[in-house]
């Protein structure tokens, strides 16, 4: 089954103390991609890979690292987390092209709460 | 930079009635892709229906219908016949077709289906 994986679905964690959030696709996608969710902020693109060894910036990676080694794998670092990152994260996979039109495919969300 | 906005922060629809909810985008670009997901409570990102920005007639996914009016940057969402499992988050996304590779998200509406 075509899916992308993230783990743990859940996690309460103290300031400062590092923490990597797992995510795995078995779909042979290029481009993949970490997002954070909060109440009337919508969706926002925190980092994103094109593909191995090729990592980019979204739109609030402050605080976040990421690494692309392998092509399925893309997880994500907070190295010293804050209360101001909890939130609802989301991993997502595409093709970079053809006709797919870049539709993403979207983990089950991981939600972390920082305290 | 692209931005994506939806107005609507909550909207509500009787069962078996149609309702349509708005987006409107703001590019220089003129090759990009649109997108509509749903998140229902369990907070799963479904893809509801994409459009092509270089494709003039609208997309369609059954009961889902886009209305793309890319001179003046809008791409609503019809929900014809809404059933009680169309209750959802809906999220707006944009996705350049070359250059930046980044996605764009609207904050979201919440549709509420009134049995």
């Known amino acids: 089954e075509a899916q992308v994986t993230q783990n743990p679905r859940y996690l309460i964690t103290v300031t400062g103390k590092k923490l990597t959030v797992t995510c795995s696709q078995n779909m042979n996608h290029e481009y993949m991609s970490w997002y954070r969710q909060d109440p009337g902020l919508g969706l926002r693109q925190i980092y994103y890979?094109?593909?191995?060894?090729?990592?980019d910036k979204g739109d609030v990676p402050e605080g976040y690292k990421v690494s692309r080694k392998e092509k399925r794998n893309f997880p994500l670092i907070l190295e010293s987390p804050s209360p101001n990152q909890t939130s609802l994260y989301f991993c997502?996979?595409?093709?970079?092209?053809?006709?797919?039109?870049?539709?993403?495919?979207f983990g089950p969300g991981t939600r972390l709460t920082v305290t | 930079a692209q931005t994506v906005t939806q107005s609507q922060p909550e909207m509500s629809v009787q069962e078996a009635e149609t309702v349509t909810l708005s987006c409107t985008y703001d590019?220089?670009?003129?090759?990009?892709?649109l997108f509509w997901y749903k998140q229902p409570p369990s907070r799963q990102m479904i893809l509801v229906i994409r459009?092509?920005?270089?494709?003039?007639q609208n997309a369609t996914e059954n009961r889902f219908s886009v209305n793309f009016q890319k001179a003046a940057k809008s791409f609503s969402l019809k929900i014809s016949d809404s059933q009680l499992g169309d209750a959802a988050m809906y999220f707006c996304a944009y996705r350049s077709r070359s250059g930046t590779y980044k996605y764009i998200f609207g904050t979201g509406t919440r549709l509420k289906v009134l049995a």
């Open positions: 590019t220089s670009e003129s090759d990009y892709y």
């Open positions: 890979s094109m593909n191995v060894e090729v990592t």
């Open positions: 997502a996979s595409s093709l970079l092209g053809g006709g797919s039109g870049y539709e993403q495919y």
């Open positions: 459009q092509e920005a270089y494709k003039q």
